[in-house]
């Protein structure tokens, strides 16, 4: 993937230094310029058309709503609004903003919004590819000539855990389970509560590697024995854990392992 182009936007110069610094250790994020109001913002992103925007909310002459409002939807950039105030949040999402984030910015915070930003510019390239591709198919190019390495790749997942936020590469994860209103990571030889409920984490995670095995559990594949006998049997991980598998399920998962499988032959 190519840099990630952005544009900083905030009338204080200490909160700009601040995303500069979050930003510092990302090498694949580039900070294309700096803008100290509301007109500004408007004359650099229509000079710079940036991949990704940390926009203020709250400015003279021009908010940032304001800024987003003289743009068309479909030529809007990734958007993190920056905030004192987390009332702006559901306007925010309104605004087509992918993510918001509340000063003073925490780097675990952080880290998940660049989480969500990576995963739509990887969701761009892949419809950019897609239709090139149709294009090719259409000439009567060799499907054969495009043949690539699909196993399945990894990147690193932000969570905002009861202790605090982490960062996880999927392959550490061995599973996950609901336990109310969050989910409970079991990852690094630790149980990890997390503030996310297991349908929002199942979408996040690469469905080539993970599958949903019950209501209340998914499992990484990479992680998985074997499959119990009967009808009530689950699945059994690595080290020994039995995870509970759904009737319904059962047909659904042993298909998944063995796509898998297939995959890392």
């Given at each position: 993937m190519n840099a990630i182009r952005a544009v900083i936007v905030d009338d204080e110069p200490l909160a700009r230094r601040g995303i500069r610094q979050l930003l510092e250790p990302h090498g694949d994020v580039e900070i294309a310029g700096e803008a100290?109001?509301?007109?500004?913002?408007?004359?650099?992103?229509e000079a710079l058309r940036p991949d990704l925007v940390f926009l203020d909310v709250q400015m003279p002459e021009l908010d940032g709503f304001a800024v987003l409002r003289r743009w068309r939807p479909e030529r809007l950039p990734a958007v993190v609004f920056v905030t004192a105030h987390d009332a702006f949040a559901v306007r925010a999402f309104e605004a087509h903003a992918?993510?918001?984030?509340?000063?003073?910015?925490?780097?675990?915070?952080?880290?998940?919004?660049?989480?969500r930003v990576r995963e739509r510019m990887?969701?761009?390239?892949?419809?950019?590819?897609?239709?090139?591709?149709?294009?090719?198919l259409a000439d009567g190019f060799d499907l054969e000539s495009l043949a690539t390495d699909m196993r399945p790749t990894s990147r690193p997942l932000a969570i905002g855990a009861t202790g605090g936020g982490l960062i996880f590469d999927p392959s550490e994860i061995e599973w996950i389970e609901a336990e109310d209103y969050y989910a409970a990571v079991h990852a690094r030889g630790k149980r990890h509560l997390v503030r996310e409920s297991l349908a929002s984490m199942q979408d996040r995670l690469d469905p080539a590697c993970f599958v949903r095995v019950h209501r209340r559990a998914i499992v990484n594949l990479a992680q998985v024995r074997g499959l119990q006998p009967g009808e009530d049997g689950g699945v059994l991980l690595r080290d020994g854990t039995i995870v509970p598998l759904s009737r319904r399920r059962r047909e659904q998962v042993s298909a998944a392992i063995r796509r898998y499988v297939d995959l890392m032959v």
């Open positions: 100290r109001n509301g007109r500004e913002a408007v004359r650099l992103l992918l993510d918001y984030l509340v000063k003073p910015v925490h780097e675990a915070r952080f880290e998940l919004a660049l989480t990887r969701s761009a390239e892949a419809l950019a590819l897609s239709q090139r591709l149709s294009a090719l």
